[in-house]
């Protein structure tokens, strides 16, 4: 089964907090890539960042990190120093790398970030 | 730039009524998804399509169909639709390899009354 867990539901911050969204996953197989999008209010979900499973390396992109930990199943993400324009919907996804599930990604629920000024 | 293309933002239709939401990409992606986004559960794929005239069931396919007729485009049907179906919903399209992301329209609010 593929599942993934965002144990957050909503965590509010005041600017220029360092913030950790978690992000939980299982699967069975062995080769998978794990995504991040953004949902800013305007709705349309934003591709932040893909991972594969067999490359562990951290990833620094500006404020937003990523910390890709396969022992533990998780793959967080992490935005020093946010601002009001962080303020979204962070949703984690799975990716199988099997033909059979042809692309489909399996969603978190997706935490609810607040950035107050 | 992918651009995935929703007919509607907004949507208000009845009970009862056939219901088409519709999606275009301009990539030639094989892959299109239709999910719909509801507070607290996340996004739930209802249908997704792998080729012209192919469909495969998601996790809420009921109530729902689709189509693809053309490659670019891939529609949602509502065949008579009900005020639990009222919803955001989001479609997407990939192309056919793994690592490739999905890219995502700007969603589609419907409200059945």
């Known amino acids: 089964a593929q599942k993934v867990t965002q144990a957050q539901t909503e965590i509010s911050v005041v600017e220029k907090e360092d913030v950790t969204l978690d992000c939980v996953y299982e699967?069975?197989?062995?080769?998978?890539?794990l995504f991040w999008y953004k949902q800013p209010p305007s709705g349309e979900l934003v591709f932040l960042i893909r991972?594969?499973?067999?490359?562990?390396q951290n990833e620094i992109s500006g404020r937003y990190s990523w910390n890709f930990q396969k022992s533990t199943s998780s793959f967080n993400f992490t935005i020093t120093a946010s601002q009001v324009v962080d303020s979204a919907v962070y949703f984690c996804?799975?990716?199988?790398?099997?033909?059979?599930?042809?692309?489909?990604?399996?969603f978190g629920r997706g935490t609810q970030l607040t950035v107050w000024p | 730039d992918v651009k995935v293309t929703q007919s509607s933002r907004y949507l208000v239709k009845r009970t009862g009524e056939k219901v088409f939401l519709e999606c275009v990409q301009d990539?030639?992606?094989?892959?299109m998804f239709w999910y719909r986004q509801d507070p607290g559960l996340g996004l739930r794929l209802i249908y997704f399509?792998?080729?012209?005239?192919?469909?495969e069931k998601g996790d809420i396919p009921e109530g729902y169909s689709v189509s693809r007729e053309k490659k670019e485009r891939f529609s949602l049907i509502l065949e008579s639709a009900s005020t639990n179906q009222t919803s955001m919903y989001l479609c997407?399209?990939?192309?056919?390899?793994?690592?490739?992301?999905?890219?995502f329209g700007d969603g589609t609010r419907l409200s059945i009354l």
């Open positions: 699967t069975r197989d062995t080769t998978y890539y």
């Open positions: 996804a799975l990716r199988p790398d099997r033909g059979s599930t042809l692309g489909r990604l399996y």
């Open positions: 990539m030639d992606h094989e892959n």
């Open positions: 991972r594969n499973s067999f490359d562990e």
């Open positions: 997407a399209s990939t192309e056919n390899r793994e690592s490739r992301p999905q890219h």
């Open positions: 399509s792998y080729d012209v005239k192919m469909k």
